[in-house]
């Protein structure tokens, strides 16, 4: 499948598969930082300017939906000066891409819980979902306050408080029911700086998600990095638990893998 190039930047490598869901664990801003000598903020901040990088190019490589997790149910309870670090380079991301995300077509949902954050910053996630709720050219998905387990608890209190009759619950209607509703689950994921975890993301969506590990900090995680990613995706078998892609044996050899 060749993809087009969607900006004034050409794109010279082509897949057979491009994942339609890439979701990104964007580790290692601390570390990167400790290793310049740099307050973990300056880390952060890399982050940041590295996510401009990688939104545009999955534009590029034609990736309809990207998802990161940039600020976990877990994340409260690391220093308060961090936090408030956190919060606001997100206040200050919205209120300075988002007029370009949106000139870009790109499409902002945000997962997680508004609940907690200051209403200055709730205010302004929900302006900028609003904004660009008619874009589709890359839905950039922000799991803000997010936490997996969070996400499947309130998934069940909103089942069980629109009296739904247990036997009309199916994995479906619980996939309607999540923060990420209508969205496809991720088909690829990626973790940088090595850690072999999942931390509480996307727990349900990624069933049978392919995973790629790197141990590049998430500040150095640049384009050249994602095309190793995607290579690497490339190469997959994808079975679903079955004996080739689309259910059928695509070469009876294979039939005792
Ligand atoms: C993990 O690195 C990273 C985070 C907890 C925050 C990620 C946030 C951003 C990249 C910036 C904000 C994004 C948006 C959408 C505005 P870590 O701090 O756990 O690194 P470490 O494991 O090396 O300490």
């Known amino acids: 499948m060749p993809n087009t190039s969607s900006g004034s930047e050409e794109v ?5 598969k491009i994942p ?10 601390g570390r990167w930082a400790k290793s310049r000598g740099l307050p973990r903020l ?4 890399a982050g940041t300017e590295n996510l401009r990088r990688i939104i545009r ?37 919205i209120d300075h891409e988002l007029e370009e995300l949106n000139a870009e077509g790109v499409q902002i949902r945000h997962i997680g819980r508004l609940e907690r954050m200051a209403p200055s910053l709730q205010e302004k996630v929900l302006r900028s979902v609003e904004l660009t709720r008619n874009n589709t050219r890359l839905t950039l998905c922000i799991a803000w306050n997010y936490g997996g387990r969070d ?15 247990p036997e009309d619950v199916d994995a479906e209607l619980v ?7 209508g969205l496809p689950d ?19 969506q990624t069933a049978y998600a392919e995973w790629y590990v790197t141990p590049t900090y998430w500040p150095d ?19 679903f638990g079955k004996l080739s892609e689309t259910g059928c044996i695509a070469n009876p050899t294979d039939e005792h893998e």
């Open 12 to 16: 010279h490598e082509t897949f057979s």
């Open 20 to 29: 339609t869901h890439v979701a990104v664990i964007m580790d290692g801003n």
């Open 42 to 45: 300056a880390g952060h901040k």
């Open 57 to 93: 190019a999955c534009v590029r490589y034609s990736i309809p939906y990207l998802t990161i997790y940039a600020f976990s149910t877990e994340n409260w309870g690391r220093p308060t000066d961090e936090v408030q670090g956190l919060m606001q380079i997100m206040e200050d991301v």
């Open 151 to 165: 996400e499947i608890v309130c998934a069940i209190q909103r089942i069980i408080a629109e009296g739904i009759r």
């Open 175 to 181: 996939s309607r029911h999540m923060f990420t509703a």
């Open 186 to 204: 991720p088909d690829l994921v990626i973790r940088t700086s090595g850690e072999m975890r999942i931390s509480n993301f996307l727990i349900w």
């Open 221 to 239: 995680f640049d384009e050249s990095e994602l095309l190793k990613a995607l290579r690497s995706y490339d190469q997959r078998d994808r079975r």
